[in-house]
Antibody
């Protein structure tokens, strides 16, 4: 069974940093593209970032480019999101999502909540 | 960016009756590889999103066959043949042809 478990969320002040983690199990992690998707309270879904299976290619939404860094450790079956220069508008539930082969967001984690507030 | 526009945004439905959600994209979703990367997701209250349909009309494993997807180019539809109580939630379309964008969501509720 595919499992994705996010952690690392919490309350942080504007301008601060946070590192999210996603622990994967139940599949061969190193062969899938992985993603972060967020959802502000009461709002819709917003794609944040993606990393291909090898980690060699990454992509970001314009809203986080230059501030967030996605990475993965295939030996540890883990996905990460380093978030710097956080803003109030980054407040959201952050979901880890695994692609399928040739399709997007087949499996989702339960999410970790990030709150940016002074 | 490709804009995804869903309608209606709110959909009150009587249990046992059909429901239909429209999703339109600001440009064609046909990829250069010939695929159309249009997915549908369901988010029940308090839960994570769950993918229902991928590449327009392919149902994910475990998804009841009362859910179906159709469409082409810029116009797509999610249909529920007979709404059940467990279908209450928000439904999102998503395109993955030109990077990734989601629709605003359609809230399905029972009358």
């Amino acid at each position: 069974e595919v499992q994705l478990v996010e952690s690392g969320g919490g309350l942080v002040k504007p301008g601060g940093s946070l590192r999210l983690s996603c622990a994967a199990s139940g599949f061969t992690f190193s062969t899938y593209t992985m993603n972060w998707v967020r959802q502000a309270p009461g709002k819709g879904l917003e794609w944040v970032s993606s990393v291909v299976s090898s980690g060699s290619d990454v992509h970001y939404a314009d809203s986080v480019k230059g501030r967030f860094t996605i990475s993965r450790d295939n030996a540890k079956n883990s996905l990460y999101l380093q978030m710097n220069s956080l803003r109030a508008e980054d407040t959201a539930m952050y979901y880890c999502a695994r692609d399928g082969y040739g399709d997007h967001f087949e499996h989702w984690g339960q999410g970790t909540l990030v709150t940016v507030s002074s | 960016d490709v804009v995804m526009t869903q309608s209606p945004l709110s959909l009150p439905v009587t249990l046992g009756q059909p429901a239909s959600i429209s999703c339109r994209s600001s440009q064609s979703l046909v990829h250069s590889d010939g695929n159309t990367y249009l997915n549908w997701f369901q988010q029940r209250p308090g839960q994570s999103p769950r993918r229902l349909i991928y590449k327009v009309s392919n149902r994910d494993s475990g998804v009841p066959d009362r859910f179906s997807g159709s469409g082409s180019g810029t116009d797509f539809t999610l249909k529920i043949s007979r709404v059940e109580a467990e279908d209450v939630g928000v439904y999102y379309c998503m395109q993955g042809t030109h990077w990734i964008t989601f629709g605003q969501g359609t809230r399905l509720e029972t009358k």
